[in-house]
């Protein structure tokens, strides 16, 4: 009799203890899942920030491009309309008329080009490309403030299981420490 009570108490004991060491693995595996996702999440910010760092200088590389581009063409055709004034002329000598072919001619030839442009590129507005380069920086911000959300979310999954009794046990055995997220900036 007194041998089978300690068979059912060993037996208890070692329920106990395979419970106990099961439970341990199970949380141990659970930090190590919630590490992961903090570095998942790490990870996603690093991209966001990269395709910031990518995208914005060279966006703005074409805005500014573009700019440069429709300027240059408004001054070739303010320059064509300002040099109507030598074109036209009610002098009939050969010099004259020689200096009016001449311009005429310059004229038309850059005149023409101006319109080989602007028919290449019929709508020439850099207003567009500065409101795309707007929509562009504020759908990056938009990425990197739910990637900064997220990695917060993470740490704080984290954290709250390496703080938790009896979770805590195990955070402390295997060295799992408490980590910082995303604060605002003071001010």
């Known amino acids: 009799m007194q041998k089978l009570g300690k068979k059912k108490i060993l037996l208890i004991l070692l329920v106990f203890l395979a419970v106990l060491i099961l439970w341990g693995i199970f949380s141990y595996n659970q930090f190590i899942r919630k590490d992961e996702t903090v570095t998942s999440s790490w990870n996603n910010l690093q991209v966001s ?70 028919e290449k590129y019929p709508d020439i507005k850099s207003q567009q490309n500065y409101v795309r380069l707007q929509d562009q920086i504020a759908g990056t911000e938009r990425r990197i403030k739910f990637s900064r959300n997220d990695f917060n979310k993470a740490i704080q999954g984290y954290n709250t299981s390496v703080r938790s009794f009896p979770s805590s046990l195990v955070a402390s055995i295997f060295s799992f420490k408490v980590k910082d997220g995303f604060k605002a900036d003071i001010g």
């Open 49 to 118: 920030y990269q395709r910031r760092f990518d995208l914005i200088p060279a966006l703005t590389s074409v805005v500014i491009a573009s700019s440069d581009f429709e300027k240059n063409t408004l001054v070739k055709l303010a320059e064509i309309r300002s040099q109507k004034s030598g074109i036209v002329s009610n002098e009939t000598s050969s010099e004259q008329y020689n200096n009016q072919e001449g311009n005429q001619a310059n004229f038309a030839n850059t005149f023409n080009k101006i319109l080989a442009v602007i």
